[in-house]
């Protein structure tokens, strides 16, 4: 009579399970994924070119981007034209000579921007850039 204390009757793997090693790779691969597309900054939008675009590196500017389909982003954060003047006028309290950069896609309609132009100077806003691209040469 053999029994496994004795020696003489054991279980014998021949091979190596690798479905939890495989279970790791499918979870590190998607962590990896989500991760990677998670580092989106800001908004992408083809800017219009100009010869020599000014440096605005003030840490408080607000920036407002206009994008093709006509969305306006504050930041980068979508709003309507009354939410934008609503936070355009809270951080106007909080300092008067708060900056904002306007940054409109070159194919977006000309009425939007002249929209956020005139929201801007009703709201007395007169540290103001619209921001190019420079034509390198």
Known sequence: MSGPIDGGDKDVYDDINITP??????V???IFIIMTTATVQGIKVNLP???A?????????????????????????PVTMAELENLLRQYKAANPNLPVI????????????IDVLD???RLDITQLGLVTQRIVK
């Open 53 to 77: 675009a000014p440096t605005l590196a003030k840490p408080q500017t607000k920036a407002i981007t206009i994008t093709a389909d006509g969305t306006i982003y504050l930041d980068t954060f």
């Open 49 to 51: 070119k100009a010869s």
């Open 28 to 30: 590190l691969m998607i």
């Open 102 to 113: 306007i940054k409109g896609d070159a194919t977006v309609q000309y009425q939007k921007v």
């Open 21 to 26: 090693m495989l279970d790791l790779a499918y």
């Open 119 to 121: 929201l801007v100077g």
